[in-house]
C-alpha cells in the first residue's frame, strides 16, 4: 500500500475543522462548563490549535484576541460571539488547508523553530488537545438540548447535518 501519512492527516483534520465549526455552530456559547463559558473552551482551543498545528511561525491570530483571552484559567471581561468564533475558524481553517498542501511525509519527522517535538507530534497534539475540547463541548450541547452533534470522522463526512 502506498499511502502517504500526509493524506491521512489532511483527511482527518478537514474532519476534525468540520467537527470545530459543528461545536460552534451547536453550543450554547454563554453555558458554563467547569466554571468557564462554552465560547472560552472553543476559543482556546481553536487559538493553540492556530498557533501549535502548523507552527508558531504560521500562527495567524484573532483580530479581537487580547492578553489571557486564550487562557481558560484567567476570566475575561470580553465575550466573543459565534460570528466571531466562526470568523477565526475560518482563517485558521483556510491557514491550515495551505500548510497541508504544502506538507510532505518528510516533513513530519522535522524539529522546527528550536521546538523539541517533531512536527508529527504536534500535529498529533492538537488533534488530542482540540477533541478533548470539542467533546466536552459537546456534551454541554446533549446535556442542554438531549441532542448528539454530529462528529465527521473523514473529509467525506462533513456534508453531514448538525446533530444524527
Not at 453550543?27 to 473552551?41: R, S
Not at 489571557?68 to 475560518?90: M, N, V
Not at 513530519?108 to 523539541?116: A, C, F, G, P
Amino acid at each position: 500500500m502506498n499511502m502517504k501519512l500526509v493524506d491521512v492527516i489532511s483527511d482527518r483534520t478537514l474532519a476534525l475543522l468540520n467537527n470545530f465549526e459543528r461545536a460552534i455552530l451547536t453550543a450554547n456559547l454563554e453555558y458554563i462548563l467547569y466554571g468557564v463559558p462554552v465560547w472560552k473552551h472553543i476559543y482556546h482551543a481553536l487559538y493553540w490549535f492556530d498557533y501549535w498545528f502548523a507552527g508558531p511561525d504560521k500562527f495567524c491570530g484573532a483580530e479581537f484576541h487580547e492578553e489571557g483571552l486564550q487562557s481558560l484559567d484567567i476570566p475575561s471581561d470580553k465575550t466573543l460571539s459565534k460570528e466571531q468564533l466562526l470568523a477565526y475558524h475560518k482563517a485558521v481553517s483556510e491557514k491550515t488547508k495551505d500548510f497541508l498542501a504544502g506538507l510532505i511525509d518528510d516533513m513530519l519527522y522535522e524539529k522546527t523553530e528550536n521546538q523539541e517535538d517533531i512536527r508529527m507530534q504536534r500535529i498529533l497534539g492538537q488533534f488530542c488537545h482540540v477533541y478533548n475540547h470539542i467533546g466536552i463541548v459537546h456534551g454541554s450541547t446533549i446535556i442542554e438540548t438531549g441532542k448528539w452533534p454530529y462528529i465527521a470522522a473523514h473529509a467525506r463526512d462533513i456534508t453531514k447535518g448538525l446533530f444524527y
